[in-house]
């Protein structure tokens, strides 16, 4: 079974500085991707940035990066020069490369951007 | 272009009812998922369909069932609702299954029960 921990609930930043929310997971197999999944108040959750598993080159996405490493099986974000509008709730997912949108999310992390 | 839509967004039940959610899936996408989100936590995967076709199953009693429709809209029943059935539900659609898959989810933004 695969299984995802956000062991951060909660994390606050102050506008234009960095923030990194970490993720662990757990996993047997080696064709998987991860992803990380923003969900604003009241709002859809939308794709923040993806990583295939069999990449070595960690995904960016503008202001958005990840530090995938693939022994530890750590896949951290990291948000650069914060905006109001990164305010949302993080979640961190796993899907196994075959198993057609079958996702496991984390519990989330809450980060809250303060002017 | 519409995004995935689902309807109804609340909606208030008693314990022993059943409700029907619905999904629209994001035009040209075939393939459709159900999430159960419980307040805290992070979604839980129910169903996947796929060209009508039910892909894959969640760890959830036979209380939950889902179908898809010939123009790829879904709907998702609960029945016997218990309290613990309180969440959001979320729909998400996607392009392709299988090898095309890359894995982006298109979510809407969700169906919220409460069960009384």
């Known amino acids: 079974a695969q299984t995802v921990t956000q062991s951060q609930p909660e994390m606050s930043v102050q506008e234009a500085e960095t923030v990194t929310l970490s993720c662990t997971y757990d996993?047997?197999?080696?064709?998987?991707?991860l992803f990380w999944y923003k969900q604003p108040p009241s709002r859809q959750m939308i794709l923040v940035i993806r990583?295939?598993?069999?990449?070595?080159q960690n995904a960016t996405e503008n202001r958005f990066s990840v530090n995938f490493q693939k022994a530890a099986k750590s896949f951290s974000l990291k948000i650069s020069d914060s905006q109001l509008g990164d305010t949302a709730m993080y979640f961190c997912a796993f899907m196994k490369g075959n198993n057609f949108n079958k996702f496991y999310f984390g519990s989330g992390t809450k980060l809250n951007v303060k002017p | 272009d519409a995004g995935v839509t689902q309807s109804p967004t609340h909606l208030i039940k008693t314990r022993g009812q059943q409700v029907t959610l619905r999904c629209s899936p994001i035009?040209?996408?075939?393939?459709v998922s159900w999430y159960q989100q419980v307040l805290g936590q992070g979604p839980q995967f129910i169903f996947q369909?796929?060209?009508?076709?039910?892909?894959g199953r969640g760890n959830f009693p036979d209380r939950f069932s889902a179908r898809q429709f010939p123009n790829y809209s879904s709907e998702l029943n609960v029945n016997a609702l218990l309290l613990g059935d309180s969440a959001l539900y979320l729909c998400?659609?996607?392009?392709?299954?299988?090898?095309?898959?890359?894995?982006?989810?298109?979510f809407g933004e969700g169906s919220r029960l409460t069960v009384l």
């Open positions: 990583q295939e598993a069999y990449k070595q």
């Open positions: 998400a659609s996607s392009l392709s299954s299988g090898a095309q898959n890359t894995g982006e989810l298109f």
């Open positions: 035009s040209g996408h075939k393939s």
């Open positions: 369909y796929y060209e009508k076709e039910e892909r």
């Open positions: 996993t047997s197999e080696n064709n998987y991707y």
